[in-house]
């Protein structure tokens, strides 16, 4: 049985038409929650009960009669239920039969926040665990001073093609505060290796390399506060490509993974890999 957990909440509803003071805390309560912690999924329709561990668990259906009409009233609610309204909040819904099943909420987490549930309840609340608390005041002295933070992801270009295909490695900033103090680590399986020749061609790196002190990852680069990667932009860094010495005069075989960390002032380190396939490169 599936257990409600940080990101995962199972809610049944009086009716579809929304009209129950409950159901609309419910609604108003998990929008701040999520939004104020990491974001989550409502699953409307899924009855929980405890097990012996004392954790919710599904153990049911209760499905929603009319559910085209509860999505409808679940998307006029949700600008109602916080204040202020939480961005790129999503809704659908699962068919089991002709107009009758679940609904799904997609809650991100938010960085314009704190967010209060109204509908009632004005109050701050968080998620922790598999449950909904109140934001003590300590947290919302926290939350009201928080600035805009970096999101970094791995960003990956490539060039020429076959075995003449090179791999562009970058920094992309995805988030909504600029990220400064930039860092990048990575490792890239066989054949691929750091192209000797530099980001340009003319042995110039997109930013200043470290030295590899015998750790994981290999390829290592890093700038001080000065250097800055704003919201929404692709910094790239280095260049990878094939390099067959003698011994590997066979074209690659299986996929390229990409191991990598990234870092910034405000953000903390990302770790993760990524592939790129062979069909990707034009390798057959």
Known sequence: MQEENLNLDFKTISNSNLTNKDDKKNLAKSLSAYANSSGGLIIWGVVATKNKQGIDCATGLKEIENIRLFLSRLNEFTGMAVSPIVDDVQHRFIETSPNKGVAITYVPESISGPHMA???????????????????????????????????????????????????????????????????????????????????????????????????LPNRYGEGSNVVIHPGIIHEVA?????????????????IVIEYELAAEGFMTNKGSKVITLEELGIR
Do not use: C
């Open 118 to 216: 109204k509908m009632g309840e004005d109050r701050y609340y968080k998620r922790s665990g598999d449950s909904f608390y109140r934001l003590e005041h300590f947290d919302l002295e926290d939350m009201f001073g928080r600035r805009p933070r970096p999101i970094l992801e791995l960003n990956t270009r490539i060039t020429g093609y076959g075995l003449q295909s090179n791999i562009i490695i970058g920094i992309k900033n995805v988030g909504r505060g600029s990220a400064k103090a930039p860092y990048i680590a990575f490792g890239v399986s066989l054949p691929f290796r750091l192209n000797r020749y530099g980001l340009d061609g003319n042995y110039n790196e997109g930013m200043k390399k470290l030295p590899y002190l015998g750790s994981e």
């Open 239 to 255: 260049s990878v490509h094939i390099d067959l010495v003698p011994k590997e005069t066979q074209k690659p075989t299986s996929n």
